[in-house]
């Protein structure tokens, strides 16, 4: 008879995550806890490598539960794949699929003599960086087709492969269905990403907000966090696309995710 997995055919498990994971298999690395208070592992199973993040008070579980609603909806190959969520007797549980790669904001300590990943990235050519801001860009015009809405998206949801050339995203707890009206002032995120009504209690988020925090992705990567022309790496009207996405007033940005991309890929096109 086919044994269960101990990871994948679970609802529910009837000890502590950590226990049941180390008797289960191996964890490899404890990620560090982040405002979330998230607990977070690299395991391996048979020779498997699974990313495990479990919450256990009700703000997390909540932000969990709505990854897993986000997930049943979006899927792409740039997402690493949700295989399975289960209770815990004290919160819930997330099974991801692992990918390899560095994120570009890591959790680990770096050695002295190591370029941070951020801007080993940055120092990428710019036709590199500017592939992998189309996958950034197709995986949100599938978000916004999908109905949902980015919160708290910033370099540290990118996970890069410098061998294979390949870009993941993840962490999309706080994705919500759109639009919504925000209730706290400041929303989660960083403020290099940020547009001025996340910060601005009862403000309207929408798909305008999304342009923003995607104007300013590219201006984090391609110009290394700097909005100066003098910094970009890509063509005048790259820049200019960029520009018109992060306006402070949203009537002056494009009015869609889509719209933003579109415009996008035009001026890729356009001579340097």
């Known amino acids: 008879m086919p044994t269960q997995h101990p990871l994948l055919e679970i609802s529910e498990i009837d000890t502590n995550i950590e226990a049941y994971l180390k008797q289960i298999g191996e964890i490899t690395y404890r990620f560090p806890e982040h405002d979330s208070r998230c607990q977070s592992f690299r395991v391996v199973t048979d020779n498997q490598r699974w990313f495990v993040k479990h919450g256990n008070i009700p703000q997390t579980i909540r932000w969990l539960k709505q990854a897993v609603r ?26 991801y699929a692992w990918v390899d790669g560095e994120g570009l904001r890591p959790e680990r300590e770096l050695r002295p003599d190591e370029i941070h990943p951020r801007d080993r990235f940055c120092a990428l050519p710019a036709t590199e960086i500017i592939d992998a801001l189309n996958i950034i860009y197709e995986v949100h015009v599938l978000i916004e087709k999908r109905g949902f809405i980015a919160e708290d998206f910033y370099d540290g949801c990118i996970i890069y492969d410098f061998e294979k050339k390949r ?3 993840y962490d999309f707890d706080h994705y ?21 009504e996340e910060f601005q209690k009862g403000a309207h988020i929408d798909a305008r907000t999304n342009v923003f925090m995607l104007g300013r992705t590219a201006f984090v990567l391609l110009a290394n966090n700097s909005d100066s022309r003098d910094d970009w790496k890509g063509n005048d009207a790259l820049w200019h696309v960029a520009k018109k996405a992060t306006n402070p007033d949203k009537q002056g940005r494009y009015q869609s995710v889509q719209a933003f991309v579109s415009a996008w890929h035009a001026a890729i096109a356009c001579t340097a």
């Open 70 to 95: 986000f997930h049943a909806v979006v899927q792409h190959e740039a997402l690493p794949r949700l295989h399975n969520a289960f209770d815990t007797p004290d919160g819930f549980t997330l099974v």
């Open 176 to 196: 919500h269905p759109a639009p919504f009206i925000n209730d706290r002032g400041r929303l989660y995120g960083s403020t290099r990403f940020m547009a001025p």
């Open 167 to 169: 870009i993941h995203l």
